[in-house]
Every structure is written in structure tokens, then in C-alpha cells.
């Protein structure tokens, strides 16, 4: 697709990651960690099934899509929660840490553009695991009695190109 | 800065581009005041935006803070109450504070005591924790130390040593790939020690998880290279 025919939009994104990924293949195998995808491509298609899509893979981490802030949270804490409660019931070895931002994107064939999905991938970043980090725009666009009040203060912090500084929050749980 | 609002402050954050940031507070003080930066007021909040020099702020006495450098270090000294903290690459310093939420890449962390949970996510840098209530602390790299915990732990690493000091039974979850795990227990308690390779003292009493004896907490603590000790 040519820049002409590149679609703008607002949505939201999430990036996710594996904590401990590389190490865990070190110790357990390629087959192991291939198994480990597996499983996690399986939870996160359940949880954003007719809600949002996963854009790509990256390694052990995912890039997703979703219309908007508040389907875009509902949907990463259904993930965050289902890979805990598979790792509490040993299924799943790994936990998984996310960062969220909404804002304006592009649309460039199958995937997304712009500085929202570079902020977005620098919040996941900062996350710890078991951890959603989200910007104060997603917080934002939450309704008065949309979770807002799960959410601490984390501090901001700087995107190259970004001149503000960017606010982020992390869902307490 | 005159808080002309009528509304008390509940919050200050601070937002600097890359120098130093250092806030102290100071009981009984009645207004923030702010050198090397701009502030506003916006409700119960102030928002201070400082540049590439040292930003110092004065607070009251247990005022939450949420504080941001690019590489400069920070320095809260004194009693706060909710701290967060990101930086990339200073190091950061916490006197005493009510809950603590600190996100660096490579800087070294110092933490004296905390009232609730102390929450750190690093890379590269040293993690050190006097007294603290529950404690979530993941590193790359950096070795991390809990002196003091009163709550459950929960110390994470890919190469570093983990050394842990409960003050009271409770649940320990510590992973590393390459370092030592050391977890020191309460004398008299009653541990389950979820671990491939254990050495224990005998102050502990040890319940195995097949038993019916009950346990104060559980030790999970797991190193593919490094020993773990439980004592």
C-alpha cells in the first residue's frame, strides 16, 4: 500500500512481552519455548475474539489492535488475568507484562504506524510482570466509572520525537 | 509557589528532560516551593516541569509524588507518602515513603523504609530495600536485596543474586537464572520450600507439602545455575 492510500484512525494498542523468555529457552529448549508461543497465541486469541486482532508477533512479544481505549483495557485485562491464572495452575511458565496507548495510528497494509505504537511499545517497556502499564490518554478515555480508580500513578516518561512528557498508570491489582 | 486554589495539594509531580531531581520534605511546611523549574496547579495537583539543570522541590511531610527524569538522578529524602519513580539510566533514592513504585533501566536503586509496597522494575542497576511491607522487585541484571520485608516477597532476576530477610512469616517467590538465592526466615517458622535444591537450618521447621502439617508461608525459590538457601 502506498502512503496515499494509508489509512488514519484512532485506536488503541497494546504491546506485550514474556518476562524471562530468552533465559527460560536457555534452560528449557527451543521445542519448549515453541510450545510456550503456542499457548500463549491460544490465550490471547480466546480473550480478543470479535474485540480487537493481533497485529504481529515479535519474538515472544504481541502487537494488538483494538477500536478504542476502553475495549482495548477490557481486553488486555482479560489476557493478563487468563496467563495468570494459567501460570497458578502451572500451565503456563511465564508471566507476561503489557503497555497500552491510544491515540492516532496509521494503517499501512496488515499493520500500524505512528507515534502511538512507539509510545505504546515504550510503555510496555517499563512494565513489570504480571503488570499493565497504561498512558494517561487511555485513562482518559475511560468513562467516570470505567476503572479509573484502579489505577496508581507511575511517573512519565520520554518518547524520542515526543516533546511532552508522557503520564503513565498502572491497573493495580 | 502559592497555592492560590483553596483546594490542598494531595499530589506534586515532577516531569524534568534529563537533569537531577530532588525533592525534600519538610514537616509542617505550608507551601511547595520549586527551584530550577516551572509549576502549575490543576485541582489537588502540581505539575513541575524542569529542564535539563537540577530541579529541588520542598514538600509537605507525607505528599504523594510521582517523579520522571530522562537520566538524571532522584533523591527523595525525608518521609513521603506514594512515591513513583521512572528514570532511565540515574540512580534513585528513597528515604521513606508509604508505598513505593520505582521503574528504571539502568540506575541503582536505594530504598530505606517503606510502610506498604515497595514495587521495583530494573535492569542493569543494584536494587536495595531496607524495611518494607509486601515487595515486587524484577531486574535484568542487578543484584537485588530485601533487608527487611513484612510482607510477601517476590524478587525476580535473569543474572543477579537474590538475597531476601523476612521480618515475619510470609510467602517468598524468588527466581533467578544464573545467581545465588539466599532467603533468610524468622527463627521458629513454619516453612513448605518449593525449591530444587535446598539447604536449610534447622531453626526452621520444614513441612513437607505431601504432610498434613500446616505451614506459616511458602518459600518458591528458583536458580538454574546458582545455589538457593533457605535459612
Known amino acids: 500500500m502506498s502512503g496515499a492510500e494509508s489509512v488514519v484512525g484512532t485506536a488503541a494498542i497494546v504491546f506485550t512481552d514474556l518476562v524471562g523468555f530468552t533465559a527460560y529457552t536457555d534452560v528449557n529448549g527451543d521445542r519448549a519455548a515453541v510450545d510456550v508461543l503456542d499457548r500463549q497465541s491460544r490465550l490471547v486469541a480466546v480473550e480478543l475474539a470479535g474485540c480487537g486482532r493481533v497485529v504481529k508477533e515479535l519474538g515472544d512479544g504481541l502487537m494488538l489492535w483494538f477500536e ?9 485485562c482479560a489476557v493478563l488475568g487468563s496467563v495468570s491464572a494459567a501460570r497458578d495452575a502451572a500451565e503456563f511458565p511465564l508471566a507476561v507484562r503489557m503497555g497500552m496507548h491510544v491515540g492516532q495510528v496509521v494503517e499501512r497494509g496488515d499493520d500500524f504506524v505512528g507515534q502511538t505504537v512507539n509510545i505504546a511499545a515504550r510503555v510496555a517497556d517499563l512494565a513489570g510482570p504480571g503488570e499493565l502499564l497504561v ?25 524520542k520525537g515526543v516533546a511532552a512528557p508522557i503520564w503513565l498508570h498502572r491497573l493495580a491489582t | 509557589m502559592v497555592n492560590d486554589t483553596q483546594v490542598p495539594l494531595a499530589s506534586v509531580r515532577v516531569a524534568s528532560t ?34 535539563s539543570g537540577r530541579t529541588e522541590v520542598r514538600v509537605p511531610t507525607g505528599m504523594d509524588l510521582v517523579i520522571g527524569t530522562a537520566s538524571g538522578s532522584v533523591e527523595v529524602l525525608g518521609s513521603a507518602g506514594a512515591v513513583a519513580v521512572v528514570t532511565a539510566s540515574g540512580k534513585v533514592r528513597v528515604d521513606d515513603a508509604r508505598t513505593v513504585d520505582v521503574r528504571t533501566s539502568s540506575g541503582r536503586v536505594e530504598v530505606g523504609t517503606v510502610a506498604g509496597e515497595c514495587r521495583i522494575v530494573g535492569e542493569s542497576g543494584r536494587v536495595d530495600v531496607g524495611r518494607c511491607g509486601a515487595a515486587h522487585v524484577t531486574t535484568t541484571s542487578g543484584r537485588i536485596t530485601l533487608r527487611e520485608v513484612h510482607g510477601p516477597a517476590h524478587a525476580h532476576c535473569v543474572s543477579g543474586r537474590i538475597d531476601v530477610t523476612m521480618a515475619v512469616p ?23 520450600i518449593d525449591t530444587p535444591t535446598t539447604a536449610t537450618a534447622a531453626k526452621l521447621t520444614v513441612v513437607d507439602s505431601d504432610s498434613d502439617g500446616e505451614c506459616d508461608c511458602v518459600v518458591m525459590a528458583r536458580s538454574g545455575s546458582g545455589r538457593v538457601v533457605v535459612t
Do not use: H, N, Y
Request: proline residues 4%; without cysteine; charged residues 25%.
Open chain 2, 170 to 192: 510470609g510467602d517468598v517467590d524468588a527466581e533467578t537464572v544464573s545467581g545465588k538465592i539466599t532467603v533468610a526466615m524468622p527463627a521458629g517458622s513454619r516453612v513448605r
Open chain 1, 135 to 159: 498512558t494517561e490518554q487511555v485513562v482518559r478515555s475511560l468513562g467516570a466509572g470505567q476503572l479509573r480508580t484502579a489505577f496508581r500513578p507511575v511517573g512519565p516518561t520520554r518518547v
Open chain 1, 68 to 76: 478504542s481505549g476502553p475495549v482495548g483495557l477490557a481486553a488486555a
Open chain 2, 18 to 51: 534529563s537533569g537531577a531531581v530532588r525533592v525534600r520534605t519538610v514537616s509542617e511546611l505550608e507551601e511547595v516551593s520549586v527551584d530550577g523549574a516551572t509549576a502549575e496547579i490543576d485541582g489537588d495537583e502540581m505539575t513541575v516541569v524542569g529542564g
